[in-house]
Antibody, heavy 123, light 107 residues
Framework: QVQLVESGGGVVQPGGSLRLSCAASGFTFSTHGMHWVRQASGKGLEWLTCIRYDDTNIHYADSVKGRFTISRDNSKNTLYLQMNNLRLEDTAVYYC????????????????WGQGTLVTVSS | DIQLTQSPSFLSASVGDRVTITCRAS??????LAWYQQKPGKAPKLLIY???SLQSGVPSRFSGSGSGTEFTLTISSLQPEDFATYYC?????????FGQGTRLEIK
């Protein structure tokens, strides 16, 4: 079965950096686009970024553009999110999610999600 | 960015009730809309995609409709496990957005 497991969350000071990982299993990772979505405590869902299955197309939300970088290693079945210059408002649970269909040009709906990893930005 | 506005933000209903949640887009998004269900402490779950297609494994009491700027999610007969928060999501633009959520609680 499809499984996505995030890791790398923790407590970091404002201005600091953190790298999240999302280990994928149970499907052919290299054929699916992937996304990062976050949710602050008690708040709604915020899409952050996506990367096409073949690493040729990447998009970011304005809130993280220039600070966060998405990448993937299809040989390791792993998705990454490098987060730099973190702000207090970046505190949230971060989820990775999978495109429902394989080999989609832009994006598909998110049919599988990880359990989330908590990032706390605090001084 | 395309804004999605859900109504109501909070809904109180009873088991067996039929409920409808609306999602309005700030501009036309054709049928590039999905609905997700989220329970406390859990990741969201895809219910409906492409406005009206039922995701595999989702009970048939869930249905979606709409196109352009107005969409609805209907639960035909609420079950105890349906009490959760529901989000709509659009994929039309190169910046995906979610609605603010509708919290469905037991009356």
């Amino acid at each position: 079965q499809v499984q996505l497991v995030e890791s790398g969350g923790g407590v970091v000071q404002p201005g600091g950096s953190l790298r999240l990982s999302c280990a994928a299993s149970g499907f052919t990772f290299s054929t699916h686009g992937m996304h990062w979505v976050r949710q602050a405590s008690g708040k709604g869902l915020e899409w952050l970024t996506c990367i096409r299955y073949d690493d040729t197309n990447i998009h970011y939300a304005d809130s993280v553009k220039g600070r966060f970088t998405i990448s993937r290693d299809n040989s390791k079945n792993t998705l990454y999110l490098q987060m730099n210059n973190l702000r207090l408002e970046d505190t949230a649970v971060y989820y990775c999610a999978r495109d429902r269909s394989p080999m989609v040009t832009w994006s598909d709906y998110f049919d599988s999600w990880g359990q989330g990893t908590l990032v706390t930005v605090s001084s | 960015d395309i804004q999605l506005t859900q109504s109501p933000s909070f809904l109180s209903a009873s088991v067996g009730d039929r409920v409808t949640i609306t999602c309005r887009a700030s501009q036309g998004i054709r049928n590039y809309l999905a609905w997700y269900q989220q329970k406390p402490g859990k990741a969201p779950k895809l219910l409906i995609y492409a406005a009206s297609s039922l995701q595999s494994g989702v009970p048939s009491r869930f249905s979606g409709s709409g196109s352009g700027t107005e969409f609805t999610l209907t639960i035909s007969s609420l079950q105890p496990e349906d009490f959760a928060t529901y989000y709509c999501q659009q994929l039309h633009s190169y910046s995906i957005t979610f609605g603010q959520g509708t919290r469905l609680e037991i009356k």
